[in-house]
């Protein structure tokens, strides 16, 4: 006999809703949520259901208790600006978050098949690729890759490990300006990577943006993955 599809629990359901409810901004930073007898009512379950949920919400950072006051949202989600001209630093600052980028890994290979493609250089030509953390006020919310090409970018490895930045590293190597070309966004579930990097859940919903950066004369000069923690960041598309 064929199983059918595995169902979500009662209580991860909840939280998914109000993470839901915070990230539309029903409920921002400071907010006392419902209460418990609230909550049991508008979702028909009872109150161990609801605790439990909120014991989720509460290891996820985005929910803290006060004793005998209730449930309160503890942090926003992160505004972040996709456009000609992202810029992660900008982004954050303007958003009125401290941003950080944390470098797990510079290393040079060979591009595989969509790397090159983005890129447009021959399948197997060497690359250097960043892997990073990026993180609003100390809290993660993406992790992700940078591939650049080494031929077209001679020297950009060194410049990446001396400034952790993109656009200074970019700068070094002569790239005095860039903008975005292309932008992908789709809707992925997180793996037991993306989960001990980001502090999530495996299973939990990640947005992941693939996009492609070019020079003023058009020639690509970075292909990025990035995969944004779902409920810690809304993606705003601008010019």
Same mark, same amino acid.
């Given at each position: &006999?064929?199983?059918?599809?595995?169902?979500?629990?009662?209580?991860?359901?909840?939280?998914?809703?109000?993470?839901?409810?915070?990230?539309?901004?029903?409920?921002?930073?400071?907010?006392?949520?419902?209460?418990?007898?609230?909550?049991?009512?508008?979702?028909?379950?009872?109150?161990?259901?609801?605790?439990?949920?909120?014991?989720?919400?509460?290891?996820?950072?985005?929910?803290?208790?006060?004793?005998?006051?209730?449930?309160?949202?503890?942090?926003?989600?992160?505004?972040?600006?996709?456009?000609?001209?992202?810029?992660?630093?900008?982004?954050?600052?303007?958003?009125?978050?401290?941003?950080?980028?944390? &470098?797990?890994?510079?290393?040079?290979?060979?591009?595989?098949?969509?790397?090159?493609?983005?890129?447009?250089?021959?399948?197997?030509?060497?690359?250097?690729?960043?892997?990073?953390?990026?993180?609003?006020?100390?809290?993660?919310?993406?992790?992700?890759?940078?591939?650049?090409?080494?031929?077209?970018?001679?020297?950009?490895?060194?410049?990446?490990?001396?400034?952790?930045?993109?656009?200074?590293?970019?700068?070094?190597?002569?790239?005095?300006?860039?903008?975005?070309?292309?932008?992908?966004?789709?809707?992925?579930?997180?793996?037991?990577?993306?989960? &001990?990097?980001?502090?999530?859940?495996?299973?939990?919903?990640?947005?992941?943006?693939?996009?492609?950066?070019?020079?003023?004369?058009?020639?690509?000069?970075?292909?990025?993955?990035?995969?944004?923690?779902?409920?810690?960041?809304?993606?705003?598309?601008?010019?």
């Amino acid at each position: &006999m064929t199983q059918g599809p595995k169902r979500t629990p009662v209580w991860q359901s909840i939280a998914n809703a109000l993470r839901g409810d915070i990230a539309e901004a029903r409920y921002v930073q400071g907010d006392k949520l419902p209460t418990e007898a609230a909550l049991s009512k508008r979702f028909g379950v009872n109150r161990h259901t609801v605790r439990h949920a909120l014991s989720q919400l509460v290891e996820e950072g985005l929910v803290h208790k006060r004793r005998g006051a209730g449930a309160f949202v503890a942090a926003r989600p992160t505004d972040y600006a996709i456009g000609k001209r992202v810029r992660f630093h900008e982004n954050l600052l303007a958003a009125g978050r401290h941003p950080e980028k944390r &470098m797990l890994q510079i290393e040079t290979r060979l591009a595989d098949g969509s790397e090159a493609a983005a890129l447009q250089i021959a399948e197997g030509a060497q690359v250097c690729v960043y892997h990073g953390l990026s993180l609003a006020d100390g809290q993660p919310i993406a992790l992700f890759e940078s591939v650049f090409p080494t031929d077209r970018l001679p020297g950009i490895a060194q410049a990446l490990e001396q400034h952790r930045g993109v656009t200074d590293a970019l700068a070094d190597v002569g790239i005095i300006d860039y903008t975005r070309a292309s932008t992908r966004l789709t809707a992925v579930l997180a793996n037991q990577i993306h989960a &001990m990097h980001l502090q999530l859940r495996e299973g939990d919903p990640l947005l992941k943006s693939t996009g492609v950066n070019v020079d003023g004369t058009g020639a690509p000069v970075e292909f990025g993955r990035t995969f944004f923690a779902g409920d810690r960041v809304t993606l705003t598309l601008g010019g």
